[in-house]
């Protein structure tokens, strides 16, 4: 995972060591590996991920591609001496920035040191990230040769209008042909990615948008409500008056509107804003939302080892040349106490339709259950505790009041 800004913490080691404590079992848990590719061919104006294009980055040392390579391969060795006995990775993520900017053979190679390394478990999932305009039937066939099982296509939208504004630079129709592709090339799983929510979006373009990511057939959907972040281009317009904020009635319709549209089409919901055929979750996003071990590779990309949290420098020059001295890239880090791991709990895991248990829960916080469940946010099945289709709109304000 990768946002714009960096939190505060602790300083991390420079030899990447993480306490005992951390590592304590972990050849016992699931491990996931993400990489960051920080690279674009353009900058979205609504994007505060860590990325950069060619103009950007420049021709300094330390900024190319080859050097980003070395040091993810870097990082991968000291990821394996850090964690000692570790276990085989049960997923791995590319995620950017645009991962396909970079050749097949590129993510290909890093995908082999991952699996030197690490190894892979027998089912493990492997998806990459791309934009529609950044692969064709060729690329996308290599993607597979190499072992990535899974992929991401940013389709945002279909309505012309709505790409211009958020900057997209692909086509309506494009979406749907790389889903073609990618299935004549092998992938076991082709999701996409959706945004509703911009400025001058209608409920018919969303409906839109919809109905042409369904014609694709995918097995997986993500619909994201458009966030507008601090520092980004679309912020300053929104500042300026160019463009209206979203509307959180609007915002509603448009998610009951999906909802709708993909459970009717046979994808389920599984997370809040993630729908899947049955199978076809992304098991990785659910690494996150359970709260398993990860280690993030690349500029600015977080990682999370047995409570521990910490995150990586994030110019690509500063990454690369902390590694070519043989240096962590690690920025800083936090150790999550028993307190906090009990309120992300809460947090990521009622975002899931399977909920979290009951027993979880402390004396308080089942105290203030019934309430939450009178207003028809939250309802138990068994020892469980699940967010209702209502409370999926308010699940913020559930957890919120939850804790107290």
């Not at 990230?129 to 692969?135: C, G, I, L």
């Not at 504004?165 to 959706?194: I, K, Q, Y």
Request: proline share 6%; hydrophobic share 40%.
């Amino acid at each position: 995972m990768s946002p714009s800004a960096l939190p505060e913490g602790e300083p991390a080691p420079e030899d990447g060591s993480l306490p005992a404590s951390a590592l304590a079992g972990v050849a016992g848990r699931r491990l996931s590996a993400y990489v960051h590719v920080p690279f674009c061919a353009s900058r979205c104006g609504y994007c505060d991920f860590n990325t950069y294009t060619a103009a950007e980055l420049g021709a300094a040392p330390g900024a190319s591609r080859a050097d980003y390579l070395d040091a993810v391969a870097a990082e991968i060795g000291l990821a394996r001496r850090v964690l000692g006995e570790a276990p085989p990775l049960s997923t791995v993520f590319f995620g950017g920035g645009t991962p396909t900017l970079l050749e097949a053979s590129e993510l290909g190679g890093l995908l082999a040191a991952l699996r030197d390394t690490f190894g892979l478990a027998p089912d493990a999932e492997v998806t990459t990230e791309a934009n529609p305009d950044s692969v064709t039937p060729a690329s996308l066939a290599r993607l597979r040769e190499a072992g990535f099982t899974r992929i991401s296509f940013g389709m945002q939208s279909a309505v012309p209008h709505v790409l211009r504004l958020l900057e997209r630079t692909h086509t309506p129709g494009r979406a749907r042909d790389a889903v073609r592709w990618a299935r004549e090339a092998g992938f076991a799983s082709v999701s996409l990615d959706l945004i509703y929510g911009t400025p001058g979006e209608s409920v018919a373009d969303w409906r839109t948008s919809l109905e042409s990511a369904l014609a694709a057939e995918p097995d997986h959907l993500s619909a994201y409500s458009l966030i507008v972040e601090d520092g980004t281009r679309f912020a300053a317009r929104v500042r300026r008056g160019e463009v209206p904020l979203p509307d959180e009635d609007d915002l509603a319709d448009k998610y009951e509107l999906a909802d709708s549209l993909l459970s009717a089409s046979g994808l389920a919901w599984y997370e809040v804003s993630n729908w899947a055929r049955p199978g076809h979750e992304c098991w990785h996003n659910l690494a996150y939302w359970r709260g398993d071990d990860w280690w993030g590779f690349g500029p600015g990309a977080h990682s999370h080892i047995g409570g521990v949290r910490f995150w990586n420098v994030k110019h690509p020059r500063s990454y690369a040349t902390r590694l070519s001295q043989r240096h962590s890239p690690a920025a800083g880090r936090e150790r999550l106490g028993d307190d906090d791991r009990h309120v992300e709990r809460i947090l990521l895991e009622l975002r899931l339709a399977e909920g979290m248990p009951l027993a979880v829960l402390t004396d308080a916080e089942r105290g203030r259950l019934p309430e939450i469940i009178g207003r028809g946010w939250l309802e138990t099945r068994g020892d469980r505790v699940v967010v209702t289709h209502e409370g999926r709109l308010f699940v913020d304000a559930a957890v919120r009041d939850l804790l107290g």
